[in-house]
């Protein structure tokens, strides 16, 4: 038999074979009758049809237009077919599939000439792939549940292929051909991670798809083959020149365009512009990189989201895939200044760290996050760690780098906040029925119930702290006690309330127990002697601590914070899920009276008591020029000190610590930076909003 014949016998066995395996696809599998084959395949195509690709989920700051990073596993994002340029489609029509608009999916003379090109080595799937089996191949490896089921898909041989027609054809009856082809151009991959013509075309050129040019279109039309081989990108453009030089023939020859375009056009060097874009929180433009440790705040928020998965990896593979918009609440002109000052204020080279975070009463959105330190994994530059047995072994510390989550929100413990967690004593006696004038005399120093074995604060085996002063010592109210931080006056309070009632407002106002320390006293088995917890021994976070402030601002309604302003799905549906979390937790004249006595401690004064005769932050009123309320915290020896401030509109917290060594003391001379953080805060957020005042305590909450 002469070799030409035996070809094309070849050549028409195959033919039958594929003509039968679109008739009949799976009977052959499992014995499957004509019918439950068919039915399978109908049921698949319709999975195929509705499959929705990962795309990349967009984070901006609360003007909606501040881009501040994206999540994706793949750069992608779906647009409408009438966004993309006409040139691109024809394209891609005549690099991969120039009787697309003829047939049903499967291509049979385009298959005739694979087969009589390939007939050598006996393969029938090479080169007779439809833009329809290419995105029916793309969708089945995207909906894969294993390694072993993308395998499968991807397979080179003729059972994958003709599983793959059976589909194309099947989805061609489903979808129209600008679906078919909206959903290819959608998914398809371009290179240099660049999934869908949206991200080829911001990857290569930094435009939108429906701006490209015929010789841009005509560039990315020829990558799909082989992204590699073509790529633009390289320093040598020959073969990428080549491969569009050739797409612009098949353009001409398909009518798209004249020869007169297409030889023109051959003439023009690929200019590219390239972009790179950011994943997650990692390496974000000097524009943005402020926002880094507030955008690693939103990762971990939408990780805690019961509602997003069922585990935290879940979540954030939706977060990753899911193609969301997310609007943040954090405002970028306060962000940019409150950065500034706290950058001016402690150097980013500083062991120590400042940070600030700002809430908004009644609703728990973060408004600003700032902290003198760079979001960025390398820390091979950075200063020695403070600790002696880490600095001996040469160990880096997490500056002026670090991904720590210093201001909350992540797993990090926190820091011990002083006499900031007075605050939820004094609740916990309001509530209890104590009023604003509870008197209690405070010595300089006071032994209590609470048994302390050995230390500073111990007399004879139980707790007795002492104040800062000897000028606090006297009769005081929670007006003047809290104005003036009386150590003997809380901890006497705290004895007649009990310290479980106390940890668990804490609890109640967001406060969680990260350490094992922490968690072992707060144990509902042994709060009851926790008596040291008044002066605020636990570690907590700005973060926490503003929210539980904002409780007070918000008349006693506990917002749990929330980085999202608002958030809308891939369909441009706005999202119930991401809504602000908020319940009343105390009673609203418990709210005003704690504020009351708040007020004493900024020099703004309380509208129904004394406040004493001095206060621990008398000039946070005239920085902020509006009524506020706080308190400051400093831990022994000042190894940490905060400021806690808020107004009816924000409340602010901020910290100066080393998150390395807890025992390494910030010193007298930082505490008022945490003060000053604060009202710089405020003063940002509330620039342009009226002044408001609290609404004073009434009724027996004040007096007895």
């Known amino acids: 038999m002469a070799r030409s014949t035996r070809a094309m016998l070849k050549i028409g066995v195959l033919v039958g074979l594929v003509v039968a395996g679109l008739v009949f696809p799976l009977a052959a599998a499992g014995g499957l009758s004509l019918k439950a084959g068919v039915d399978a395949i109908d049921r698949l195509s319709v999975t195929i049809g509705e499959s929705t690709p990962p795309q990349t989920t967009y984070v901006y700051a609360a003007d909606g237009t501040t881009l501040i990073s994206q999540f994706f596993d793949e750069f992608r994002r779906n647009v409408p077919l009438d966004d993309v340029s006409p040139v691109m489609r024809h394209a891609i029509v005549a690099a991969e599939d120039a009787r697309f608009y003829d047939h049903n999916g499967v291509d049979m003379k385009g298959i005739v000439r694979a087969i009589a090109a390939n007939q050598s080595s006996g393969q029938v ?152 874009p950011t994943n997650s929180c990692m390496d974000l433009s000097a524009e943005v990189m402020t926002y880094g440790f507030f955008c690693d705040y939103v990762r971990h928020w939408w990780r805690a989201q019961p509602q997003f998965g069922k585990t935290p990896l879940d979540r954030e593979n939706d977060l990753r895939r899911g193609g969301y918009t997310i609007i943040t609440s954090i405002d970028p002109a306060a962000q940019k200044e409150l950065q500034a000052h706290t950058n001016k204020t402690q150097a980013k080279g500083s062991q120590f760290a400042l940070g600030t975070v700002a809430v908004e009463p009644g609703t728990g959105r973060v408004k600003a996050m700032a902290v003198n330190r760079n979001f960025e994994l390398d820390q091979s530059a950075n200063g020695i760690h403070s600790h002696p047995v880490a600095s001996s072994k040469g160990v880096k510390g997490s500056y002026p780098n670090t991904v720590n989550a210093l201001m909350g929100g992540g797993e990090m413990a926190g820091y011990q906040a002083g006499s900031t967690f007075k605050m939820f004593t004094m609740l916990a006696a309001l509530e209890a029925g104590m009023p604003l004038d509870t008197q209690i005399n405070s010595p300089h120093r006071v032994a209590t119930k609470y048994p302390v074995a050995s230390g500073p604060a111990s007399c004879g085996g139980v707790w007795c702290p002492s104040n800062a002063s000897g000028s606090m010592a006297g009769l005081r109210t929670m007006w003047s006690g809290f104005g003036m931080s009386v150590n003997t006056y809380f901890a006497q309070l705290i004895q007649r309330v009990g310290a479980d009632k106390v940890v ?165 001379g930082n505490s008022q930076k945490p003060i000053d953080a604060v009202a710089k805060a405020i003063t940002e957020v509330l620039k342009d909003q009226p002044k408001k005042d609290f609404t004073p305590p009434s009724g027996k909450i004040v007096h007895k």
């Not at 041989?157 to 793959?164: A, D, F, G």
């Not at 050739?246 to 398909?254: F, N, Q, T």
């Not at 144990?523 to 002066?535: K, N």
């Open 125 to 276: 799937e090479q080169g007779a792939s439809t833009l329809t089996m290419q995105y029916v191949r793309g969708a089945l490896r995207q909906n894969a549940d294993s390694v072993e089921e993308i395998l499968s898909v991807t397979e080179q041989t003729p059972s994958r292929k003709l599983r793959e027609m059976r589909l194309a054809m099947a989805v061609e009856e489903q979808l129209s051909k600008e679906e078919i082809m909206e959903r290819y151009l959608n998914d398809v991959y371009f290179g240099h991670r660049a999934y869908g013509i949206y991200a080829a075309s911001f990857v290569y050129f930094s435009k939108a798809p429906g701006d490209l040019t015929l010789t841009e279109a005509a560039t990315l039309a020829g990558l799909v083959q082989a992204p590699s081989a073509y790529d633009p990108a390289a320093s040598d453009k020959t073969e990428a020149t080549d491969r569009r030089n050739w797409v612009l023939d098949r353009m001409e020859s398909l009518g798209y365009i004249t020869a007169e375009q297409a030889e023109k056009t051959k003439d023009k060097p690929i200019k590219l512009n390239l972009s790179q």
């Open 504 to 668: 668990k407002m804490a609890e109640r106002l967001g406060l969680q127990w990260r350490s094992d320390t922490d968690q072992y006293y707060a144990d509902p088995e042994r709060s009851e002697g926790w008596g040291a917890f008044t002066l605020g021994v636990a570690d907590t976070t700005p973060l926490e601590m503003a929210g539980a402030y904002a409780t007070l601002a918000a008349d006693g309604k506990f917002c749990r914070p929330t980085p999202i302003l608002k958030a809308m799905d891939s369909t441009g549906q706005e999202m119930t899920e991401t809504a602000p979390n908020c319940r009343q937790e105390i009673d609203e004249q418990v709210a005003r009276a704690a504020t009351d006595a708040a007020r004493c401690v900024t020099g703004y004064k309380a509208a129904k008591g004394g406040c004493g005769p001095w206060s621990t932050a008398p000039g946070v009123y005239k920085q902020v020029d509006r009524p506020v309320a706080g308190k400051t915290g400093t831990t022994d020896s000042t190894r940490a000190a905060w400021f806690v401030g808020f107004t009816p509109q924000l409340a602010a917290a901020s910290f100066i610590a080393d998150p390395d060594n807890p025992f390494n003391a910030v010193g007298d």
